[in-house]
């Protein structure tokens, strides 16, 4: 298996992850990882920076050196990275634009030998998270939006559209009842803005997924100029 590279610089790399796939080593998890690929490719001085959860798949940049690692998670610290998501959700939202502020409450389940090992509950206690959603297109059963994260919670986009009502597609954890492959959630890491830790800025985009469009041409859901403007 081979690494689709999206962008590279001199101090760090972007790559399209693919569905089914986490990005570094744990308790359960497949191999290869995306960093043993990453490592395969580069060497072992390369690091992610952040993470996108195994059944989502797009944009993740990696660092190659101590100096882009120290300075892009230095960028995500003082919120100066912009992550923009595409997502099929269940339903037929009753608004076009919201902000989802609502607290995460992380829960683990130290005891699971397999499946899902922590998940995300809406609670006043929690850590704050804020994600902005824009409907782009949508029909009475599902609808695809723009999610904007804000923060950068585990599974928060994710949590956040279940507590507003519109489950991701494929994401039973978050309580959706459609199908959308094995591994997989109709969550797309489509695009990310970041500063270059040698200076300037680049903004590197990710193309649909196979899956991800065919679901939306099955249901008649069209996002191609939303995608261009």
Known sequence: MDL????EGKHHVVVDKPYNMVVVAGRGVPRPTLLDLAQEKWGKGIKPVHRI???????????????GQQALSNAFRRHLIE?????????KPSFTTINIDA???RIDDLKAKKGYLAHQTINEQGQRALT??????????????LAKPQTGRMHQIRAHLAHVGHPIVGDKQYGAKTIFGSHAIALFAWSVSFPLPEGGRRLVQATLPQSFQEFLKANNLDIAKKMLS
């Not at 959860?53 to 100096?67: N, P």
């Not at 992550?83 to 339903?91: D, N």
């Not at 782009?136 to 939006?145: G, L, P, Q, S, T």
């Open 53 to 67: 959860d195994r059944v989502t798949s797009g944009c993740c940049i990696l660092a190659k050196s101590t100096y």
């Open 103 to 105: 607290r995460l409450e």
């Open 4 to 7: 689709l590279v999206l962008d």
């Open 83 to 91: 992550k923009k998501y595409l997502v099929i959700v269940e339903g």
């Open 132 to 145: 902005r959603v824009q409907v782009w297109a949508c029909n009475d059963n599902f609808a695809v939006v």
